[in-house]
């Protein structure tokens, strides 16, 4: 790829996998308890979809990358003091709903819009990065919808790997691998940008934080979060009839006094059953 | 005015047959034809259909459309998405029904876009009510936390059914009727080249299987003399699921030791990560050794119904109401007491192994 890629990386904040969710009812439908007092982390999936990106843009000169997040500007703010430190890019915030229960067409025209938003961004060298599910709404459909009102046609959802064939080509074709049923991957090659991937887990380990990419960073997410336009999140037609957590709690026998051959025994005779 | 209803199965890449998870769909679909009075339509995509549509000539429906061809093998956005827009289209359909295969959770959520409609994916279950026939889903949102039941307004209304959720159709096979659809060109810029899978003996991922069984980073930390143990983990975490034809899933901690340069099990990978990051996997029974069973991994248990764990702690996450035995044991001791117990069995039952999916 002769010029590099323009990355649109779209992620945004969840709840921390350690906090209790308990659901409450709002006027405008369920919502979690105390949400805005729940620490919060950039989505997993969105993580590492980031951190392909600017992998990726490490080693395609002329690349550059973009975070287009969607949530509320407070959350927004405490979770880039973290990721800011970690990888390179220009944060694009829209100030509306992070929850997971709200519709992922309406989450999916903000996203859109946001990205034709960019300005300077050449679609010709397009990719568009998100995580293939949320851990909030997890519907696997949110980056499918923003592809479709891209115009996107070439969509990989549950990519592990993107592969460019050959740095020197100015069309920037790339093989992806993308996960299937029974733990394996198609391998797809694409002509080139534009295109779409739904990151799964990557084989990249989280970056380390360093101080000097976050004062660069900063620099730019400050001011864009200053300037976030605040929207609503319409909910499109979706209607909750009831949310609650799971009642199943077991009563756990607690086996101390057994031998590892007696143990064995018994898991045996509960896996022949 | 009746509804019409479209069941929407494409054919496995590996042949020409309807993958399992289509039948419990098309039993689904068939259910609630009956109950709403509706006009049931199959749509059909793969490179050769025939077959499929013989085995459900008997669900009651009056159309098979189809869209079949070369370019239909693989699984491809740009095809695929075309196919299913064209069947949707020619269907008039008020609800489509789906199976959550890896080949439609791509592509259905942008058909639905492309249809003004809407989609909603891993739903578990799919119910009209009896009074108004009105149409209600239930699925899981923050990973597996919280089950909520919703409706939509917007028609079509695409639904992914996930696996396992409903009982599989059955039905004489017959000769059938085949409508095949045309479509206008679209983009080929993607191309499928294959399937990249693990050696047939290196596969540990098999959503078959009766049994999941889970590793936690336990074992690669150090034992009861200081050291650790890892090539003897691998060797007996591999026995055991020759011997019991097992599925292996890992906690986040473990397959992330792999990404942190430290001692890691060789065949574990992300693909096997069991929880609010990784798979929520289906299988009857689950046994956990050297996990913690704390929340975040736990939530990828939720639809394993019976489950034992071996752990050191008897105060950890499983002992709190997350499995139904807790056996507070060395796992290593364990396992290899286990696998001695298996391997007869496994050696003199042709059936031990299961298929891989």
């Given at each position: ?190 002509a080139g940008p534009p295109a779409l991937l739904g990151w799964a887990t ?72 | ?206 959503p078959d299987a009766d049994l999941l069984f889970v590793a936690g980073a336990g074992w690669t ?137």
């Amino acid at each position: 790829m002769t010029n590099g890629y323009h990355i649109v990386v779209c992620g945004s904040v969840v709840p921390d996998p350690l906090q209790t969710l308990e659901p409450v009812s709002t006027p405008t439908g369920p919502a979690l308890k105390n949400e805005m007092m729940l620490p919060a982390v950039l989505d997993p999936w969105a993580a590492h979809a980031l951190y392909e990106a600017a992998n990726l843009a490490s080693k395609v000169a002329g690349s550059k990358v973009w975070l287009v997040s969607v949530g509320p500007k407070a959350k927004l703010q405490q979770v880039m003091m973290t990721i800011a430190q970690r990888v390179s890019f220009e944060l694009v915030p829209v100030d509306a709903s992070a929850s997971g229960f709200a519709d992922s067409h309406s989450t999916a025209a903000l996203l859109a819009e946001a990205i034709q938003s960019i300005p300077g961004l050449d679609r010709a060298r397009l990719l568009v990065f998100g995580g293939w599910e949320s851990a909030s709404r997890g519907a696997g459909a949110t980056m499918q919808l923003v592809g479709e009102r891209l115009g996107i046609l070439d969509q990989f959802q549950g990519v592990d790997q993107l592969r460019v064939l050959d740095d020197a080509q100015p069309d920037g074709s790339f093989e992806v691998l993308e996960r299937i049923e029974g733990g394996r991957h198609q391998v797809s090659v694409c002509a080139g940008p534009p295109a779409l991937l739904g990151w799964a887990t990557g084989n990249l380990p989280e970056p380390r934080n360093n101080p000097q990419i976050g004062m660069a960073n900063m620099r730019t997410v400050m001011p864009a979060l200053q300037k976030a336009k605040s929207l609503p999140l319409p909910a499109g037609g979706l209607h909750f009839l009831s949310a609650s957590p799971p009642k199943q709690q077991r009563q756990t026998r607690v086996v101390k006094d057994l031998s590892p051959a007696q143990i064995a025994q018994e898991i045996a005779e509960w896996i022949g059953k | 005015m009746s509804q019409n209803i479209l069941f929407l199965a494409h054919v496995s890449e590996a042949g020409n047959a309807l993958p399992k998870a289509s039948y419990e769909v098309l039993g689904a679909a068939v259910k609630l034809t009956k109950q709403l009075g509706a006009n049931l339509t199959i749509g059909l995509i793969g490179e050769d259909v025939a077959a499929a549509a013989e085995t459900i000539a008997a669900a009651g429906t009056e159309r098979i459309l189809a869209v079949s061809g070369p370019d239909f093998a693989t699984a491809r956005y740009a095809s695929d998405a075309a196919a299913a827009e064209a069947i949707c289209r020619s269907a008039a359909a008020d609800l489509i029904l789906a199976p959550a295969s890896s080949r439609f959770m791509r592509v259905l959520p942008g058909v639905a876009h492309r249809l003004n409609g809407c989609a909603d994916t891993h739903v578990t279950s799919l119910e009209a009510d009896a009074v108004n026939g009105e149409l209600r889903a239930a699925r899981w949102y923050y990973r597996q936390r919280i089950e909520t039941v919703i409706r939509r307004d917007a028609r079509p209304w695409i639904v992914l059914l996930e696996p396992g959720c409903e009982a599989a159709w059955t039905g004489m096979p017959g000769p059938v009727k085949i409508e095949k659809l045309s479509l206008p060109k679209f983009a080929t810029r993607t191309t499928v080249t294959g399937i990249r899978a693990p050696q047939s003996d290196a596969q540990t991922i098999r959503p078959d299987a009766d049994l999941l069984f889970v590793a936690g980073a336990g074992w690669t930390k150090k034992q009861s003399d200081g050291k650790t143990h890892v090539p003897e983990a691998e060797k007996l975490i591999l026995d055991f699921l020759r011997a019991a034809g097992s599925s292996l899933g890992g906690s986040k901690s473990l397959v992330d030791q792999s990404g942190e340069s430290q001692a890691v099990l060789r065949f574990m990978t992300h693909l096997n990560q069991v929880g609010q990051t990784g798979s929520t996997p289906r299988h009857p029974k689950g046994l956990s050794m050297c996990c913690h069973g704390e929340e975040p991994h736990v939530v990828g248990w939720r639809f394993i119904n019976e489950r034992r764990a071996v752990n050191l702690d008897p105060n950890c996450g499983w002992a709190r109401g997350k499995a139904d035995v807790l056996y507070v044991a060395d796992a290593f001791e364990v396992l290899a007491n286990l696998n001695a117990r298996l391997t007869p069995v496994a050696q003199s039952s042709p059936e031990a192994m299961p298929q891989e999916a």
